[in-house]
Structure formats: C-alpha cells, structure tokens
C-alpha cells in the first residue's frame, strides 16, 4: 500500500525556521495538504494543494513540492505553533487518501 | 459557521456493531464530498472512508473493507458510518471531516471527534 514518510521529530528555537519533509512516490502527480493536531484537539488544515494558505492561518506556514517530496515550512517559529503535523495525499489513482505518519514540532 | 457534530461512539465488544453519525451545518452538505478519518490512542491519523455530495462514489480503507460502511442523508444534513464485525485494532477517536466539492481533500473542516472503544 501506498505510503507517505515524514521525520518523527524536529526541533527549533523561537524564531528560527523549521521544515518537515513528506515523502510519496506518487507526490508528482498528487497534491498534498497539511494539518497541525494539537493535544486533545482536531487536526486543522494549514496548508493544501501544495502551496496554498487557507484564511486565517498565519503567512510564516508555506508549503512547497519538488519531484516526490513536498515540504512545510515554518518561519519565524512560535511557542504556540508546537504541534504534530501530517502532510496528507491520495495515492496515483487519486482514490484512496494517505496520511503521514506525523512529525512532532518540539520549540525549544 | 461550518460545524460538525459527530455522536454514537461508545464501548463495544468484539464483533460488535456500531453506527456513528455526523450532524453537519453551516454549508450545504448535499454539494461537498465528505470524509471519516480515524485516530488510534497515541497514534497518527488514519483515512476510513469517504463518500461523494450525490453517493456517486464510496471509497474504504482496505483496513475497513467489508466491514464499514458510509452513507449520507442530505436532507438531513448528515453523515453516517455504520460499523460491524469491529476489533480491538478499531478503537480509536473518529472524525468527521469535509472535503471539497470536486475533490475528496483536502479536508478543510473537521469534527471535535467521537471515541469508539471496542473492548470485553
């Protein structure tokens, strides 16, 4: 089956720049979207279709996509943004949907 | 404002059945595809099932293949997945989450969750 890889972890001070890595096979053909879970809440979208910002999340979340490996970045990290983050996609047939396997942010 | 409200979660046993449901508002729901995606204590998130605006298209996990079934009703705004022959791997918290309307994701709007505990 399909699958989507992302570090387990990834570490950065307050107001450095932290990028989480997802990997896919099918990532070429595939957008990808990503969401941020916090303890004891739903996940929320903060980035889709690659690149794109919903309304309301902050403009230091970017995403970006080269060959089969789509990134999150998050400049000028905060406390609050402390979360695990799961980059998401279908596989080639654009059918059945795939989850990472998430990376916890730790902001030191 | 879009909500979603899900319910019917609880303990069960092995082999069990349980249907969990999902109230949906602020959007019309007949438009958009709509999704389960499931999330084991201590564990990452995993798709379930997903189903489209007019039922043209169900898709299930294979982990829940012949076992779970979705289904919506559109005058009543809501989403159901109905839950048989379940296992103690099945125990997880289940979120209703909404798609797009051409587009199964991204999922731009989620429920707060309802827990499923299948246990003796």
């Known amino acids: 089956s399909y699958e989507l890889t992302q570090p387990p972890s990834v570490s950065v001070s307050p107001g450095q720049t932290a990028r989480i890595t997802c990997s896919g096979d099918?990532?070429?053909?595939?957008?990808a979207n990503w969401y941020h879970q916090k303890p004891g809440q739903a996940p929320a979208l903060v980035i889709y279709?690659?690149?794109e910002r919903p309304s309301g999340i902050p403009e230091r979340f970017s995403g970006s996509s080269s060959g089969t490996t789509v990134t999150l970045t998050i400049s000028g990290v905060q406390a609050e943004d402390e979360a695990e983050y799961y980059c998401q996609s279908a596989d080639s047939s654009g059918i059945y949907v795939v989850f990472g396997g998430g990376t916890k942010l730790t902001v030191l | 404002e879009v909500q979603l409200v899900e319910s019917g979660g609880g303990l069960v046993k092995p082999g069990g059945s349980l249907r969990l449901s999902c109230a949906a508002s602020g959007f019309t729901f007949s438009t958009y595809n709509m999704n389960w995606v499931r999330q084991a204590p201590g564990k990452g998130l995993e798709w379930v099932s997903s189903?489209?605006?007019?039922?043209?298209?169900?898709y299930h996990a294979d982990s829940v293949k012949g076992r779970f079934t979705i289904s919506r009703d559109n005058a009543k705004s809501s989403l159901y997945l109905q839950m048989n022959s379940l296992r103690a791997e099945d125990t997880a918290v289940y979120y209703c989450?909404?798609?797009?309307?051409?587009?199964?994701?991204?999922?731009?709007?989620w429920g707060q969750g309802t827990l499923v505990t299948v246990s003796s």
């Open positions: 989450a909404r798609g797009e309307m051409a587009t199964i994701g991204p999922f731009h709007y």
């Open positions: 279709r690659d690149s």
């Open positions: 099918a990532l070429p053909k595939q957008y």
């Open positions: 189903i489209s605006g007019s039922t043209d298209y169900i």
